[in-house]
């Protein structure tokens, strides 16, 4: 793990601190850091409690959930330049998930106590606040929406086509990550998966390893019926 300072930074390029008096946002970065992590690495574990609030710079981080008896699902991933889990840092509580970036990632430490004073006393930055957890609730209504509306055929359907289009590749799309991981992040099995993609395969796809050729884009809209209140991108919106 690498770490600069704070005077590394370049906070002027992150949305959370457009707005804000340079002073009082060089005060909160005073004691800031950067991280730069390989694949894999463990940023948080479910239940601790948040030393740091961290945003993303580049790649990504997968949050997962865990049972008791150890099971663990992908809740979902959240990308530059968003705030991780910011409602546990704000409110001081334990986090419910956690945290490991699936690829190299920078991420900005800022400390959490710190955080929270200047959430507290600037209006500009608990208004950015505010909006990245509006943003992160619509994301977890959207998902509960995809999960309880849909069948498994439908969700991979839809998953691949919002993938296509984030990805600027309308008749191709490339899976970010392993398919057991995508599974789970849709509410099912790696087997369900598969026999997803099988089906989908006879409604305008064409599987290639981790290349998925969108061959007939109508047909498969048809299979799966895409929703822009469902698959829509909150990450659209500025933060």
Not at 48 to 53: A, I, L, R, V, Y
């Amino acid at each position: 793990m690498v770490e600069t300072t704070a005077a590394d930074l370049s906070p002027e390029k992150l949305p959370i601190f457009r707005g804000m008096p340079p002073a009082k946002r060089d005060d909160l970065l005073r004691s800031a850091i950067q991280h730069s992590v390989a694949a894999g690495a463990v940023l948080f574990e479910q239940g601790d409690m948040p030393n740091f609030q961290i945003v993303v710079m580049s790649g990504s981080a997968q949050l997962f959930g865990r049972s008791a008896a150890g099971r663990e699902v992908l809740i979902e991933a959240v990308r530059a330049p968003d705030l991780i889990i910011p409602a546990a840092v704000v409110t001081g509580a334990p986090y419910l998930m956690q945290a490991r970036a699936p690829e190299p990632s920078r991420f900005l430490l800022i400390h959490a106590a710190a955080f929270r004073e200047a959430v507290e006393q600037d209006p500009i930055l608990a208004h950015a606040v505010i909006g990245s957890l509006a943003r992160q609730f619509r994301r977890m209504v959207r998902q509960v929406k995809n999960l309880k509306l849909r069948s498994s055929v439908e969700r991979v359907g839809c998953y691949i086509l919002a993938l296509s289009a984030r990805q600027g590749a309308p008749q191709r799309a490339v899976l970010p990550y392993e398919k057991n991981l995508i599974a789970s992040e849709l509410g099912i099995t790696r087997e369900s998966f598969s026999r997803a993609l099988s089906k989908l395969e006879k409604s305008g796809i064409r599987v290639e390893g981790q290349t998925i050729t969108i061959v007939d884009g109508v047909r498969l809209a048809a299979e799966c019926s895409p929703d822009p209140l469902i698959d829509g991108a909150e990450g659209d919106v500025a933060l």
